[in-house]
């Protein structure tokens, strides 16, 4: 099975029609039919359904769509590190991010680090832990920033300075807004969201068996689109504070949650890191910023 091969695989399924992946990928549309029917029979299976939309996979072309995405990050992130292995003033570094305001923190080590390492590139994805820690595993990327307490036996970790704050965006003229803080009788039949990751870690410690009076309508994995569902009137967020645009002129107002609930926030990466000379270079400033792990 050969990269190029998988990359065809790929761009056809993306396109859903071998004429359009062909005119992307420059290649004719019968090379890149002669090149599926020689995939299929490699792997002895079918990987396209043809229908009056166009090309649709199988399950098993699924499969092979998700292990290829995989297998062409990895090779892609390779040829990466070692072309910037003789690169001193560069290279790419990935990081997999919760939302949090205090990612301001390694924003500002970033940026000083850019000025002595001008070709720097740095690839953020936002995402809860399962999902950060879930490409990290795979080497897709080289760190994570979580805010749960991380598994030291697969990771090393630095803690964060401070920690984040819950709280609940509402609009302003809801009548919780009157209030300094929030309880979590307050919130009883109210419609609420929050992350899937909250409502398993953080919430039950705060509110115990509470937990099951409140009417959780959904969940999000990216509060600023929890937001947009609160400015609709729709419900509330439980979030961090300062994630929301909540100052004065806002329609929007924030209010901790009593008893106060926080999150710690850490950098974490592989025991056994298979590090680009400019990650572990950009480790260096972390660890020298927040202190040893």
Not at 118 to 135: I, K, N
Not at 187 to 212: I, M, N, V
């Amino acid at each position: 099975m050969e990269l190029r091969t998988l990359r065809y695989f790929l761009e056809i399924a993306r396109e859903g029609n071998m004429t359009r992946a062909g005119e992307r990928l420059h290649v004719s549309q019968p090379t890149l039919s002669k090149q599926m029917k020689e995939l299929e029979a490699e792997l002895g299976t079918k990987l396209f359904r043809r229908g009056s939309a166009g090309l649709r996979l199988t399950d098993e072309g699924l499969l092979l769509r998700r292990r290829a995405e995989d297998i062409l990050a990895m090779v892609d992130k390779t040829q990466d590190e070692f072309r910037a292995l003789d690169d001193v003033m560069g290279g790419d570094v990935s990081i997999g991010c919760a939302e949090s305001y205090r990612l301001r923190a390694l924003a500002e080590i970033i940026h000083r680090f850019r000025h002595r390492y001008p070709l720097l590139r740095v690839h953020l994805l936002s995402g809860d832990t399962a999902q950060v820690t879930e490409r990290l595993d795979r080497g897709l990327l080289d760190f994570a920033v979580i805010v749960e307490t991380p598994n030291l036996r697969k990771y090393n970790a630095i803690e964060l300075p401070e920690a984040d704050v819950w709280g609940v965006v509402m609009r302003r003229e809801c009548p919780l807004a009157r209030k300094a803080s929030v309880t979590a009788d307050d919130l009883t039949g109210y419609d609420l969201l929050s992350s899937p990751q909250s409502l398993a870690a953080d919430f039950p410690r705060w509110c115990g068996e509470k937990l099951d009076r409140l009417h959780l309508v959904g969940t999000v994995n990216l509060f600023y689109n929890g937001t947009v569902f609160v400015r609709a009137g729709d419900c509330l967020l439980l979030t961090f504070d300062r994630l929301a645009d909540t100052g004065e002129g806002s329609e929007l107002v924030f209010r901790p949650l009593s008893p106060r609930l926080s999150s710690k926030m850490y950098v974490i990466w592989k025991k056994y890191p298979a590090f680009s000379p400019i990650a572990q270079r950009l480790l260096g400033e972390i660890q020298a910023a927040f202190g040893k792990e």
